[in-house]
């Protein structure tokens, strides 16, 4: 048995599940989620259609992955975690295949529905599931380090996409070229680097040994927490899913920032290169406080959270009040990177932590149910705000919002506190 002060060595069985969670949002995620905004005009041109009706395609996708995400976590959780994936990853990879063909909009509806099927297993459900269980410490930080790669291969990916259409290249070739590249970064990892437990291969979560050691316990390779129908009958519960939606709307104002900067007169600067810097530094931002914000969140969660408040009020601050530089601006849109992480790190560890691991994955399904649903609609939320009353009461809502979920956050772990007795094998 590991002692309270020997550290715990990782295997190669727990490795191939970070890089399967790192691979996946690396090639399918980043895909699906970081480029579709250079195919906007691109398709709308070709089809003849206009860049809304191509953007619609986005609100399709997400409100496929509201509809599917209580079903596919029931699925994750009495199914082997293989075939789920695997098949979540061949929606995908036929998706863009699909697109790779089509010359009619509706094609791209359809594309779109294969799209929410396949993401709402391999990013907002998959990677916490798998995590959670193989992992009783460092789970945050390895959360963090998978959705990390959203960013990286979002950055990767789009300059690619830019250096092909630059040679000349046809969308339709280059849908077919990340249907190849969906398929390849992911599908051998979801086939034979993971498996749904520990206990499938004779190990334990790892950390569960020294912390199991620590309190003079053995250590249980069973995952303990409440019974999702218990926990859906908690005021915790509501708190957290008003929560993570809160999240997913105050984040996207970063979408706003070039329509922001536009709208800006008198700046020394050119207004649509600021907007445009701002959007990538915030991107970058992200990428790294993923990381950081997760490995906090192991430490406390609590304190993640007020950093990422904090992240989010200085960074918009900064935006909004210090036009008359853009270096600052920068620095405000990449701090604010720290709040934009939560969405997909500190949402998944508050949800464990409240909850525990026992029936994860169909508790944060329900969760990002209303997750997915507010995100069909925040972009247009926000774009409708700064049209009908302009960037300062973007701004100033924006804040608001902050307070509200910092303030659902701290409710969260209190109310939560209270049925940990409760928690079973």
């Not at 929606?91 to 929410?116: D, E, K, Q, R």
């Not at 701002?278 to 490995?295: N, S």
């Not at 969660?301 to 989010?312: C, M, P, Q, R, V």
Request: charged residues 10%; aromatic residues 14%.
């Amino acid at each position: 048995m590991a002692t309270a002060t020997t550290k715990e060595k990782m295997s190669v069985r727990h490795l191939l599940v970070v890089l399967t969670g790192i691979m996946i949002t690396f090639g399918c995620s980043a895909l699906c989620f970081s480029t579709w905004g250079l195919f906007q005009p691109v398709v709308a041109e070709s089809l003849g259609v206009a860049t809304t009706e191509f953007a619609l395609y986005v609100t399709v996708m997400y409100l496929t992955m509201t509809v599917a995400s209580p079903f596919a976590g029931k699925l994750l959780q009495v199914m082997d975690i293989r075939i789920v994936l695997s098949v979540s990853v061949a929606l995908v990879g036929g998706a863009f295949l699909l697109m790779s063909f089509s010359n009619t909009i509706l094609l791209f509806y359809i594309a779109a529905v294969m799209l929410g099927l396949g993401e709402i297993s391999i990013l907002w459900l998959a990677i916490p599931t798998l995590i959670n269980r193989w992992f009783a410490d460092r789970a945050g930080f390895f959360i963090g380090l998978c959705m990390a790669f959203t960013g990286i291969g979002g950055a990767l990916w789009s300059a690619v996409f830019t250096a092909l259409r630059s040679s000349g290249m046809d969308f339709h070739q280059i849908y077919l070229i990340w249907a190849v590249i969906a398929l390849v970064t992911s599908l051998p990892f979801t086939l034979f680097c993971v498996r749904n437990s520990p206990a499938d291969c004779g190990l334990q979560p790892y950390g569960a040994a020294a912390a199991a050691a620590a309190a003079g316990k053995t250590a249980s390779v069973k995952p303990t927490g409440l019974s999702a129908s218990r926990a859906m009958k908690t005021p915790a519960f509501y708190a957290v899913c008003l929560f993570a939606g809160l999240i997913n709307i105050a984040i996207l104002v970063a979408q706003q920032f070039p329509t922001y900067t536009k709208s800006l007169t008198d700046v020394p600067y050119d207004v649509m290169v600021v907007g445009g810097i701002m959007l990538t530094v915030m991107m970058v931002g992200q990428a790294i406080f993923k990381v950081v914000l997760g490995a906090a969140a192991d430490k406390s969660a609590k304190g993640a959270l007020i950093f990422a408040f904090a992240a989010g009020v200085v960074g918009i601050l900064l935006c909004w009040m210090c036009t008359f530089n853009e270096f600052i601006m920068y620095g405000g849109a990449f701090i604010f990177g720290g709040a934009y992480a939560t969405a997909v790190v500190l949402v998944p560890v508050v949800v464990r932590q409240s909850f525990g691991s026992r029936e994860y994955s169909i508790i944060y399904s329900r969760v990002s149910t209303v997750f997915n649903l507010i995100a069909a609609f925040a972009a247009m939320i926000w774009a409708w705000i700064g049209s009908s009353f302009g960037f300062d009461i973007v701004f100033i809502v924006a804040l608001v919002m902050l307070v509200v979920i910092l303030a659902l956050g701290l409710f969260v772990f209190a109310d939560a506190k209270k049925y940990k007795s409760e928690w079973t094998e």
